[in-house]
């Protein structure tokens, strides 16, 4: 009988045992699903942060280019500015009876000559006496008379008015 209790003795420590390590094969086979899953987890989190940095970077590229078109709008509105302040400049000296740009005086000598042969050619024409024909105000070129005060010139580009 002794050696039916130490063989169940064993029996039961080698059942035991065996409970034991199928448990613990259990824990391990869990554990190493859970690292495969991490594993993966973190493959995945590694395609997203690289993604992210691309999207990232496109987003710079865009605001550098957004940030350079308004520069260059900018740019061209403080030109317009300039060239309609210019504008507003040449016509207040011309008002004044002199001229302060170069275009003005230009665009002024190019009709005061043209319209001097005119003059002559049709006083000629018609009978009349070359000095009466330039005495005449209907001889006299318009683009030689300044616009009235407020009234702007024939053609040219009214600026808004200042706030």
Known sequence: ????????????LA??????AS????RAEQAEAAAAKAQHAAEHAE??????????N????AANRATLAVEDATREINRVADHLEQMERDREAAHHGRRLSHVTKDASKAAASAAVP???ASA???????A???ASPAAVPTAAVPPAPGVPAPGAIVPPPKK
């Open 47 to 56: 395609q997203s942060a690289a993604q992210a940095q691309d999207a990232a």
């Open 118 to 120: 005119t003059a002559a």
């Open 58 to 61: 496109k987003a710079t590229e």
């Open 23 to 26: 448990h613990n094969e259990q």
């Open 132 to 134: 009466e024909a330039e």
């Open 1 to 12: 009988m002794r050696r039916f209790f130490s063989a169940l003795t064993v029996l039961v």
């Open 124 to 130: 000629s024409s018609s009978g009349a006496p070359a």
């Open 15 to 20: 059942v035991a045992v065996a409970g034991c």
